[in-house]
């Protein structure tokens, strides 16, 4: 644009200032945005680990009340509960069936916040609030994952 008098000449684009103020504007937008999506990944990860530990609780619960039923075969210190995980995933034979075997879980799987699948067992003949696991069978299963959830609660207490 292009004044008479006092000649005033505009080229198209942006000014300093207007940088400046976009630039401002898209800096606070983001400084917002990043630490909600960081609360969005957390909470997608403690959903999926609510969801692994309610599996591999049900597999333990089905294991257990197939052996209550003697459907499969039960050593007799067990309780009737899974001597470890992998028996869960490779499945254990049905009683008076040739070659048929039954499957409680698909895999084992991967605690979302450690990003390995190393569980914490609890047998039947350890403390309820134990850390250690005795070996003799698994009766819970919880995270190893020393960290806090959102709701302030343990993972490892989950």
């Known amino acids: 644009m292009i004044w008479k008098g006092r000649a005033q000449l505009s080229v198209q684009g942006f000014t300093l ?12 937008l983001v400084s917002i ?15 999926e680990l609510r969801r692994d530990l309610r599996q591999m609780r049900e597999a333990i619960d089905r294991y257990k ?5 003697g459907m499969i075969p039960v050593k007799v210190d067990t309780y009737g509960y899974p001597p470890d995980l992998k ?3 490779e499945g254990v034979p049905i009683k008076g069936a040739v070659s048929a075997k ?8 991967v605690d ?6 190393d569980w914490g067992f609890r047998s039947m003949q350890d403390d309820a609030d134990s850390r250690s696991w005795g070996g003799q069978n698994v009766f819970d299963v919880y995270s190893k994952t020393q960290g806090t959830a959102l709701d302030g609660t343990q993972y490892a207490d989950w």
């Open 17 to 28: 200032v207007e940088l400046i103020a976009a630039i401002t504007i898209l800096l606070l």
């Open 112 to 117: 979302p916040m450690s990003g390995s699948p």
């Open 87 to 89: 028996t869960l995933v």
């Open 65 to 69: 009340d197939f052996s209550d039923k």
């Open 102 to 109: 039954y499957k409680f879980l698909r895999k084992i799987p």
């Open 33 to 47: 945005a990043l630490p909600l999506a960081r609360v969005q990944v957390q909470r997608t990860r403690e959903t």
